[in-house]
T-cell receptor, first 112, second 111 residues
Framework: DSGVTQTPKHLITATGQRVTLRCSPR?????VYWYQQSLDQGLQFLIH???????AKGNILERFSAQQFPDLHSELNLSSLELGDSALYFC???????????FGQGTRLTVV | GQNIDQPTEMTATEGAIVQINCTYQ??????LFWYQQHAGEAPTFLSY????GLEEKGRFSSFLSRSKGYSYLLLKELQMKDSASYLC????????????FGKGTRLHILP
């Protein structure tokens, strides 16, 4: 158990819908990273938050947004969903300047 | 931007040694990670190198050469459970803190 919690574990929804994925980082970790992993693809960096502030953006679609709350949990919002958004979404957390990023178990999103 | 290259697939025999290479290009380097990922599961941390040289941790070792933009992961005494994808990732230096992953190397272990 990495200490990073993601909910829900599985999500099935229809095209055009909106979903929210939640991540609770390890106790004490201020950084949260979000990644998308499609079938047989690598981990694509989406966005990084540190202590509530956006620090870096990757190839995140405009239909996607995220935030980190004062209690440090983070949410990834995906809207106007398309079939191609079906993927595993991982979050990872780390200490400031920490060596390791610890991953949650992921949310498997299926858009039908 | 960043570019991380590693072989797509490798095959090795149980009990043997395998070396997985990773080359990278980045505008600012602040460390290199190796992660193991079994299919459908979360990546798990294996090693972190920020200075040149070899880091050994049990059956796994990782090497870094910053001047060459090169790292390798060495797995010894291979076991069937080592069949997984191995992900090389680079952390950028500075405020724009990203950890960017390569596409991973899928390692198949044969009995």
């Amino acid at each position: 158990d990495s200490g990073v919690t993601q909910t829900p574990k599985h999500l099935i929804t229809a095209t055009g819908q909106r979903v929210t994925l939640r991540c609770s980082p390890r106790s004490g970790d201020l950084s949260v990273y979000w990644y998308q992993q499609s079938l047989d693809q690598g981990l694509q960096f989406l966005i990084h938050y540190y202590n509530g502030e956006e620090r870096a953006k990757g190839n995140i679609l405009e239909r996607f947004s995220a935030q980190q709350f004062p209690d440090l949990h983070s949410e990834l919002n995906l809207s106007s969903l398309e079939l191609g958004d079906s993927a595993l979404y991982f979050c990872a957390s780390s200490l400031q300047g920490g060596a390791e990023a610890f991953f949650g178990q992921g949310t498997r999103l299926t858009v039908v | 931007g960043q570019n991380i290259d590693q072989p797509t697939e490798m095959t090795a025999t149980e009990g043997a040694i395998v070396q997985i290479n990773c080359t990278y290009q980045t505008s600012g380097f602040n460390g290199l990670f190796w992660y193991q990922q079994h299919a459908g599961e979360a990546p798990t941390f294996l090693s972190y190198n920020v200075l040149d040289g070899l880091e050994e941790k049990g059956r796994f070792s990782s090497f870094l050469s910053r001047s060459k933009g090169y790292s390798y992961l060495l797995l010894k005494e291979l076991q069937m459970k080592d069949s997984a994808s191995y992900l090389c990732a680079v952390r950028e230096r500075g405020r724009d803190d990203k950890i960017i992953f390569g596409k991973g190397t899928r390692l198949h272990i044969l009995p």
